[in-house]
């Protein structure tokens, strides 16, 4: 069984900073690849950024380049999202994700507000 929590979000003004977090029950968690998805009002789940299992490789949506960094600590099972200069548009329910056994897994998300 997988449970992902994910913590972290809220309101944030435009330009400010939120950091994510995602506690993973997963037994050999350092074996996995994760992801964080979004989902804003309206649209389809898109990826937002992936690390590989040693978190040595990491990917990123255009749009987060540059402002979004990932990261995992592998002894606390817990997957990050430094979320900086963030903009309106970033609006949306993050979700944390990992594929296993190619089954996909996700959190319940939590909600990022980006507004003046």
């Known amino acids: 069984q997988v449970q992902l929590v994910e913590s972290g979000g809220g309101l944030v003004q435009p330009g400010g900073s939120l950091r994510l977090s995602c506690a993973a029950s997963?037994?050999?968690?350092?074996?996995?690849?994760m992801s964080w998805y979004r989902q804003a009002p309206g649209k389809e789940r898109a990826l937002v950024a992936t690390?590989?299992?040693?978190?040595?490789?990491?990917n990123y949506a255009d749009s987060v380049k540059g402002r979004f960094t990932i990261s995992r600590d592998n002894g606390k099972n817990t997957v990050y999202l430094q979320m900086n200069s963030l903009k309106p548009e970033d609006t949306a329910v993050y979700y944390c994700?990992?594929?296993?056994?190619?089954?996909?897994?996700w959190g319940k998300g939590t909600l990022v507000t980006v507004s003046s």
């Open positions: 690390i590989s299992s040693g978190g040595g490789s990491t």
């Open positions: 997963l037994l050999s968690f350092s074996w996995y690849g």
């Open positions: 994700n990992c594929r296993r056994g190619g089954v996909d897994y």
